[in-house]
């Protein structure tokens, strides 16, 4: 064997160990588009939150089925929302994964799948942990 072919036999070697260990330590494109997607549910809710924060009034017994507002990035399906009384609503969402426990933003930690947060008028955070949505009967 010449330098040459051994020295691409380890360029291959050391290149394929470096994308496998790549995909051993942040898991395959689909798990960081999924967990991108969870990211942009994050900033639609908040981005919601805010065009409730600046309506005058009451909270609208309906908000998500409108155009304007936010839809789910991957379903374009729109978000659950439910006005618990006139100071209080819910926000739900169905994510991918489960936030990370060291994300900075602890008020934002949800489970994977359907999650609510509850809100109340003129806050920008959740109040509280996320819980799992009521069954569609019960609101």
Request: glycine share 8%; proline share 12%; with cysteine.
């Amino acid at each position: 064997m010449t330098f040459e072919r051994i020295a691409a036999a380890v360029t291959v070697v050391v290149v394929s160990g470096g994308v496998v260990a790549g995909f051993a330590a942040i898991g395959p494109p689909s798990r960081a588009r999924a967990l991108a997607l969870d990211a942009r549910r994050i900033d639609d809710l908040t981005t919601i939150v805010g065009m409730l924060n600046d309506r005058d009034g009451p909270l609208p017994v309906f908000f998500t089925a409108t155009p304007a507002v936010p839809h789910d990035p991957a379903t374009g399906a729109p978000y659950v929302y439910v006005r618990e009384d006139a100071g209080r609503y819910r926000l739900c969402a169905t994510f991918a994964n489960a936030s990370d426990d060291g994300d900075p933003i602890a008020v934002w930690q949800h489970p994977a799948g359907a999650a609510c947060f509850r809100f109340f008028r003129n806050s920008n955070l959740p109040a509280g942990k996320a819980f799992p949505p009521p069954p569609p009967d019960v609101r």
